[in-house]
């Protein structure tokens, strides 16, 4: 637009008519009506807010986490939600041969139970937007680990398997990530014997997942979530609890940290750190008390994984006795307290002992 124009422009002045002047008294008493309404709403809204926040039993952090969004996995507050987050669980090798771990400190969810010769193994589960160089030793599958891996439609890894386990994979339902016929996706170290050295990363796994999602393979993501809350929660003062493998050497205990509100883990009486030095903590630890029998003569167990049964629920210092309940293979674990509600978890990261016996837990107050 020339100069010229704009000069033109700038220079006209509308005529106005005798009812004019009437008209521009009206908008500007509109105007100012309309800025007094403001300004009052302004003045009043926050407390009108805050008593109707009050009179429905809310306080100021419970209206703020109504609004927030939270991680599917660990709970912990986002500023937008992730939707069709992939998961990846990944068999973690206890033996004392395997010591110490890599990774596991990272993983938001943690399932661990006995095998054979009164050994545990973990269960580890991490999700795609994290990154992890190293996670292992990955050691193989049994059957009851992957109906808690399952029920997170996760990439399940693992190196070979017992017979059961691999027919139940072979049968389908579980998005196998089988280190022998997957190797690329896998490293072996040298500064570990075998079969103690395989180990993979959140990034190996997600080119996997990539691969056989550009194929059709990849399942779909119907996975439940757990309930989480910031409060602190309600019951007996517990300082420590300690699981009882059987063996001195995987005798696992918790201690709560005061001033972190965590649990510190020891194994065999030492911290149990991992390969980096870094300790393995947690803000929820869960008991599961269920069945668990010896089915041959290498000590394999058969572990009841699906219905209900007896839990503890270790938070914030505090015990909590829970029911635990899984309907199917599919569905999610989830615990519930004396009035049949759901239980939630801190935000952070979780751990599952399971054990055959409430005998085999030891608690501290």
Same mark, same amino acid.
């Given at each position: 637009?020339?100069?010229?124009?704009?000069?033109?422009?700038?220079?006209?002045?509308?005529?106005?008519?005798?009812?004019?002047?009437?008209?521009?008294?009206?908008?500007?008493?509109?105007?100012?009506?309309?800025?007094?309404?403001?300004?009052?709403?302004?003045?009043?809204?926050?407390?009108?807010?805050?008593?109707?926040?009050?009179?429905?039993?809310?306080?100021?952090?419970?209206?703020?986490?109504?609004?927030?969004?939270?991680?599917?996995?660990?709970?912990?507050?986002?500023?937008?939600?992730?939707?069709?987050?992939?998961?990846?669980?990944?068999?973690?090798?206890?033996?004392?041969?395997?010591?110490?771990?890599?990774?596991?400190?990272?993983?938001?969810?943690?399932?661990?139970?006995?095998?054979?010769?009164?050994?545990?193994?973990?269960?580890?589960?991490?999700? &795609?937007?994290?990154? /992890?160089? %190293?996670?292992?030793?990955?050691? #193989? =599958?049994?059957? !009851? $680990?992957?109906? @808690?891996?399952?029920?997170?439609?996760?990439?399940?890894?693992?190196?070979?398997?017992?017979?059961?386990?691999?027919?139940?994979?072979?049968?389908?339902?579980?998005?196998?990530?089988?280190?022998?016929?997957?190797?690329?996706?896998?490293?072996?170290?040298?500064?570990?014997?075998?079969?103690?050295?395989?180990?993979?990363?959140?990034?190996?796994?997600?080119?996997?997942?990539?691969?056989?999602?550009?194929?059709?393979?990849?399942?779909?993501?119907?996975?439940?979530?757990?309930?989480?809350?910031?409060?602190?929660? &309600?019951?007996?003062? /517990?300082? %420590?609890?300690?699981?009882?493998? #059987? =063996?001195?050497? !995987? $005798?696992?205990? @918790?201690?709560?940290?005061?001033?972190?509100?965590?649990?510190?883990?020891?194994?065999?009486?030492?911290?149990?750190?991992?390969?980096?030095?870094?300790?393995?903590?947690?803000?929820?630890?869960?008991?599961?008390?269920?069945?668990?029998?010896?089915?041959?003569?290498?000590?394999?167990?058969?572990?009841?994984?699906?219905?209900?049964?007896?839990?503890?629920?270790?938070?914030?210092?505090?015990?909590?006795?829970?029911?635990?309940?899984?309907?199917?293979?599919?569905?999610?674990?989830?615990?519930?307290?004396?009035?049949?509600?759901?239980?939630?978890?801190?935000?952070?990261?979780?751990?599952?002992?399971?054990?055959?016996?409430?005998?085999?837990?030891?608690?501290?107050?």
């Amino acid at each position: 637009m020339s100069n010229k124009i704009k000069e033109e422009q700038s220079n006209i002045k509308r005529k106005r008519t005798p009812r004019e002047p009437l008209k521009d008294r009206t908008t500007v008493f509109l105007g100012a009506l309309t800025l007094a309404l403001a300004f009052v709403f302004i003045l009043i809204a926050p407390k009108f807010f805050a008593q109707t926040a009050v009179s429905l039993g809310m306080d100021d952090q419970t209206v703020i986490d109504e609004v927030q969004y939270r991680h599917p996995l660990s709970g912990l507050s986002l500023d937008e939600p992730l939707e069709d987050l992939q998961i990846y669980g990944v068999m973690i090798d206890n033996h004392v041969d395997a010591w110490p771990p890599a990774g596991i400190d990272q993983a938001a969810l943690v399932i661990e139970a006995p095998v054979e010769a009164s050994i545990s193994r973990m269960l580890a589960f991490f999700s &795609e937007d994290q990154h /992890v160089e %190293a996670i292992g030793p990955v050691r #193989s =599958a049994r059957p !009851y $680990y992957l109906d @808690w891996n399952n029920e997170l439609d996760a990439l399940y890894a693992h190196v070979g398997g017992s017979n059961t386990a691999l027919d139940l994979i072979a049968s389908g339902g579980t998005f196998d990530f089988n280190q022998y016929w997957n190797g690329g996706f896998y490293w072996r170290s040298s500064y570990r014997y075998a079969p103690h050295n395989v180990f993979t990363s959140t990034e190996d796994m997600a080119a996997y997942v990539e691969e056989r999602d550009e194929a059709g393979r990849a399942p779909e993501l119907l996975y439940g979530v757990w309930k989480f809350d910031d409060s602190m929660m &309600e019951g007996d003062d /517990v300082t %420590a609890v300690a699981i009882d493998f #059987s =063996a001195p050497t !995987y $005798y696992a205990e @918790w201690e709560y940290n005061v001033e972190q509100n965590r649990y510190v883990r020891s194994q065999a009486g030492l911290a149990h750190k991992t390969d980096e030095g870094n300790q393995i903590m947690a803000n929820n630890v869960v008991v599961v008390v269920t069945d668990i029998e010896v089915i041959d003569s290498v000590g394999r167990r058969d572990v009841r994984t699906t219905g209900e049964g007896e839990g503890y629920l270790f938070q914030d210092g505090v015990m909590m006795e829970v029911t635990w309940r899984k309907p199917s293979a599919t569905e999610r674990l989830r615990f519930y307290n004396e009035d049949d509600q759901e239980v939630a978890m801190n935000a952070g990261i979780t751990w599952i002992e399971v054990i055959g016996s409430v005998e085999d837990m030891k608690i501290e107050e």
